[in-house]
């Protein structure tokens, strides 16, 4: 493994850039499975092209740069996978349907998703500080559902399938973290991905218009460009100082929406994300202060 020397501002930095690229890939997937761009395409189509394209990119990477490659635990590989490519789909069409702010503040739900399936799954130990996020959390999606007779967002309903799937997700991801490199994990996964999304598709898929091509294509890449900076942020900070920043992807869904859609979060969707934000605050802080205090990691300190 190659050591990155702590440098906070460079991994906010690259955070940012994450969260630019991510809520780029909620608006391309909303203008795809919208009459924006032509015909809607199905979710399951949309989901197609972010692997091919996503596979496209870190196979370009790989080609250029050659790092060493281990036997991959595919059965680790598989299940991450199947649970992210359910995830994605089910995201990609909530999209379609309710505001990129309401979607966006759901799958912020991951973390908490992950976390509570780590207690049966991984034998983790759950605080009441972290109980209380992930009621804080919940309560928060609740209110994004609108749970009333005249306004309930069935929609929604996918949105919170989706964070469920990628909360399961995180397990895979957490237990394959340490076996293998991070680069090889991308790839096996978008190769896995696009081996799944290409049987899948086939009684979904429609002829793109061209305008619907350059949206899966910058789909793709931008989901790689995505990982990659969410990766070097990771690697070049504590994940306590640099996840708080991914929540700015907010603000960009928010611009999207009003300007492209004519859509501007109302008084509900706001507070659903307040509480959702407030949540993440709080176990953020958590975390930050229960972190043992240990002297910074030198270069000799890490294998290579």
């Not at 490659?69 to 199947?82: K, N, V």
């Not at 991984?122 to 005249?150: I, T, Y």
Request: charged share 10%; proline share 7%.
């Amino acid at each position: 493994m190659t050591f990155k020397a702590a440098n906070p501002p460079l991994a906010i930095a690259f955070m940012l850039a994450a969260t630019a690229f991510i809520a780029g890939t909620m608006l391309a997937a909303k203008s795809l499975g919208t009459a924006l761009l032509g015909p809607p395409l199905h979710p399951f189509q949309v989901t197609h092209g972010r692997f091919i394209f996503a596979w496209l990119a870190i196979a370009t990477v790989l080609a250029i740069i050659r790092p060493p490659l281990q036997r991959p635990h595919f059965a680790l590989h598989i299940g991450r996978t199947a649970f992210g490519f359910f995830g994605v789909t089910c995201m990609f069409a909530a999209v379609a349907y309710i505001p990129l702010t309401d979607a966006t503040a759901i799958s912020f739900l991951n973390p908490v998703m992950g976390m509570l399936l780590a207690i049966p799954l991984l034998g983790e130990k759950v605080g009441r500080w972290r109980w209380m996020a992930a009621g804080m959390a919940l309560l928060g999606a609740m209110v994004l559902l609108r749970p009333g007779p005249g306004t309930f967002q069935v929609a929604a309903l996918l949105a919170l399938a989706a964070a469920m799937l990628l909360g399961m997700e995180l397990i895979f991801i957490k237990k394959l973290a340490n076996r293998e490199s991070s680069l090889q994990i991308l790839f096996v996964n978008n190769s896995l991905g696009v081996a799944i999304a290409s049987i899948v598709v086939l009684p979904f898929w429609a002829m793109p218009t061209p305008a619907q091509w350059g949206a899966l294509a910058a789909l793709g890449l931008m989901m790689a460009a995505a990982q990659a900076c969410f990766v070097n942020a990771m690697a070049r900070a504590d994940a306590s100082l640099v996840t708080p920043f991914s929540y700015v992807s907010l603000i960009f869904v928010t611009l999207y929406d009003l300007v492209i859609f004519d859509v501007f979060p109302d008084a509900i969707s706001w507070t659903g994300v307040t509480i959702i934000l407030a949540s993440a605050a709080l176990l953020a802080w958590r975390e930050q202060k229960s972190r043992p205090k240990i002297a910074p990691a030198t270069p000799n300190s890490r294998p290579d």
